[in-house]
Every structure is written in structure tokens, then in C-alpha cells.
T-cell receptor
């Protein structure tokens, strides 16, 4: 089955800095790569996703890049704000089920 | 739409007791997923239903776990007998996509087995 590795497990940045979270996947047939944000005690919620026919996607301060050859994808958050503090999960899917990475706890200090 | 609805939100029980978690997916969604979240193992897929039929239950830990989806608007996850290592947050999620698409998660059920 699919295996998703996510790094780093924790990331601390100053407000206004950029944050980058990286994931690798094992199954070359995977074609859908979403990112979820989970605030403390809350449910995971989709923040951005990318499909395999696209190399990059951007939504305001958030961007995702995908390298299918290397089987890795990354989340980029620019101009971080304290409200960006949360756990971020990457995931990969080739049909209907998502396999999640272990998560990255992002802490943004004012 | 109210989103995915799970109950109970919190459950504290003693080892050996039966636990039943409930989920109502978003109306119109044809896929339903049960995930378990722990600090050590992250988000693990337990079972996946499509059109009320279990498609993949390879993530179900052992025979103590069972899940049903008797109709398009209701699913249960049962643990019998429960053990302390079952303590976790159990999320139900639904989606409407023939291929991979956005999952909508419920608020989760936090289970503590003493």
C-alpha cells in the first residue's frame, strides 16, 4: 500500500517568516495530494490540494508543489501568522482512500 | 448542511466494555471513512465504505473492531471488548467522488478506555 513520510515533525517560525513542510510518497500511481490543517481539539480541514497533472498550485499565502518524478510534494506558507499555528497533514491517494503523513506541528510566534 | 455528525463526542469506559461510535455523513456523499488518530500513529484509516458497502477494511486492528453502514445516512464503529490501547480520537469522514476528493471530517469521538 501507499506510504507517506512527512518532515519535519515540528516547525517553529517567527511571525512573517515562511514555512515549508515536505512529504514523500511511495506509490507512483498516486494522483491526488491534499493538505489538511488541524487546530488543537478540532477536526482536520482541507486547505489546498493538487492533482498529478499540475506541478504547482497557489492560494493566497499557501502554495503546494509536486514533483512526480521524485515522488515528493511540499506545502509553502508565506508571511506566517499566529493563527497558522496548527498541525498540518499531507496525504496521497490513487483511488478513493487517503494515506496521511504523521503531521507537522507548526508554531508561529508573534 | 450540518456537516458530518458524530456521537458521542467523548466516551470514557472501562476495559472490557462495548463501545459504539456513530456517524451521519453529509447528505449526498457516497463514501464514508473511519479514521483513528493517536499521537504515536497519526491518522490511520480503519475502514472505507462506498455506496454503503465495505470496500477496504484492512486497517481494522483486529476482530474486536467492527463497522456497519445499514443505509446511506448512518454508520457505526463498534469495539467489543474495549482495551486501554483503543484510547484515541475516532474520526468519521465522508466524500462524494468517484476518484479521490476532499474528505469532510466530523468533530471526532474521543474514546478513553480505563
Amino acid at each position: 500500500g501507499e506510504n507517506v513520510e512527512q518532515h519535519p515533525s515540528t516547525l517553529s517560525v517567527q511571525e512573517g517568516d515562511s514555512a515549508v513542510i515536505k512529504c514523500t510518497y511511495s506509490d507512483s500511481a498516486s494522483n491526488y495530494f491534499p493538505w489538511y490543517k488541524q487546530e488543537l481539539g478540532k477536526r482536520p480541514q482541507l486547505i489546498i490540494d493538487i492533482r498529478s497533472n499540475v506541478g504547482e498550485k497557489k492560494d493566497q499565502r499557501i502554495a503546494v508543489t509536486l514533483n512526480k518524478t521524485a515522488k515528493h510534494f511540499s506545502l509553502h506558507i508565506t508571511e506566517t501568522q499566529p493563527e497558522d499555528s496548527a498541525v498540518y497533514f499531507c496525504a496521497a491517494s490513487m483511488r478513493s482512500t487517503l494515506t496521511f503523513g504523521k503531521g507537522t506541528m507548526l508554531l508561529v510566534s508573534p | 448542511d450540518a456537516g458530518v455528525i458524530q456521537s458521542p463526542r467523548h466516551e470514557v469506559t472501562e476495559m472490557g466494555q462495548e463501545v459504539t461510535l456513530r456517524c451521519k455523513p453529509i447528505s449526498g456523499h457516497n463514501s464514508l471513512f473511519w479514521y483513528r488518530q493517536t499521537m504515536m500513529r497519526g491518522l490511520e484509516l480503519l475502514i472505507y465504505f462506498n455506496n454503503n458497502v465495505p470496500i477496504d477494511d484492512s486497517g481494522m486492528p483486529e476482530d474486536r473492531f467492527s463497522a456497519k453502514m445499514p443505509n446511506a445516512s448512518f454508520s457505526t464503529l463498534k469495539i467489543q471488548p474495549s482495551e486501554p490501547r483503543d484510547s484515541a480520537v475516532y474520526f468519521c469522514a465522508s466524500s462524494f467522488s468517484e476518484n479521490a476528493g476532499e474528505l469532510f471530517f466530523g468533530e471526532g469521538s474521543r474514546l478513553t478506555v480505563l
